[in-house]
């Protein structure tokens, strides 16, 4: 149990809200005033319904939209890079071998304690089957 707190903390550590930007927190506003959408959508609408999205206003959104990405990504590989500093920090193989040395310690007791009650359920199992046979 204590392995597997461990490995949980490592894992959600260093998860600061600076850091990372969940797609929840992008604020439409901003970006959209960013890319002045609304003036082009006046533009466009003033233009009739057969104008087409000019490609100025497609390639801004296509750039903001891979901006964002790169924000993520450069979060991932910082992420990823800090993951890699607190494993290293941590003695893995150590932890493994306590992991093992608590299954085995466990294995030792399950049978000490089987083998302790086994005359007991023997013969309780010899009564149940003499008291089954008519």
Not at 31 to 45: D, G, K, M, P, V
Not at 82 to 105: I, K, N, P, R
Request: hydrophobic share 45%.
């Amino acid at each position: 149990m204590r392995l597997w707190k461990r490995l949980w903390r490592l894992l959600c550590a260093g998860r600061s809200k600076k850091q990372t930007v969940a797609i929840e927190q992008f604020a439409v506003e901003p970006i959209s005033q960013e890319l002045n959408l609304r003036c082009e959508a006046r533009r466009l609408a003033e233009a009739g319904s057969s104008a087409m999205l000019g490609s100025g206003i497609e390639a801004a959104i296509v750039a903001r939209v891979d901006k964002g990405r790169h924000v993520h990504i450069e979060n991932a590989g910082r992420r990823a890079i800090y993951l890699g500093e607190q494993f290293a920090l941590h003695h893995v193989a150590m932890l493994v071998e306590d992991a093992l040395q608590s299954e085995t310690t466990f294995a030792a007791k399950k049978t000490a304690a089987f083998s302790a009650e086994r005359k007991m359920v023997a013969s309780l199992s010899s009564r149940a089957r003499r008291a089954l046979r008519p």
